[in-house]
Nanobody
Framework: QHQLVESGGGSVQAGGSLRLSCAFS????????MGWFRQAPGKEREGVAV???????SVADSMKGRFTISKDNAKHTLYLQINSLKPEDTAMYYC???????????????????????RGQGTQVTVSS
């Protein structure tokens, strides 16, 4: 049974850092793209970063330099390191695993198709100025 559980969110001041974690269970075949997307109130989902089965990563252009995605297969955990947080980063952050999508472009297709794969319940990130 596939399950993804996010943690690590919180309330921080602008300029701070957070590391989000996503513990996953179940075997995800190489066809699965894993990654993070976010959604702020009243806004559309936004791809953040993805990592494919061979470890190739892609971060959304607007977040490059501040967001880093990584995965520890031995620990069955996906990570998202966020540095230099800005108020506009405030959102619910979700991890997801979706098959049959292009695992690139910062996770744009992962975000759009997350409901057709596996996703967690999200972890809230709130950044104050």
């Amino acid at each position: 049974q596939h399950q993804l559980v996010e943690s690590g969110g919180g309330s921080v001041q602008a300029g701070g850092s957070l590391r989000l974690s996503c513990a996953f269970s179940g075997y995800f075949y190489s066809s699965y793209c894993m990654g993070w997307f976010r959604q702020a109130p009243g806004k559309e989902r936004e791809g953040v970063a993805v990592i494919d089965s061979d470890g190739t990563t892609s971060v959304a252009d607007s977040m490059k330099g501040r967001f880093t995605i990584s995965k520890d297969n031995a620990k069955h955990t996906l990570y998202l390191q966020i540095n230099s947080l800005k108020p506009e980063d405030t959102a619910m952050y979700y991890c997801a695993a979706v098959s049959g999508v292009r695992c690139e472009d910062g996770g744009r297709e992962l975000a759009l198709n997350a409901d057709f794969g596996f996703r967690g319940q999200g972890t809230q990130v709130t950044v104050s100025s």
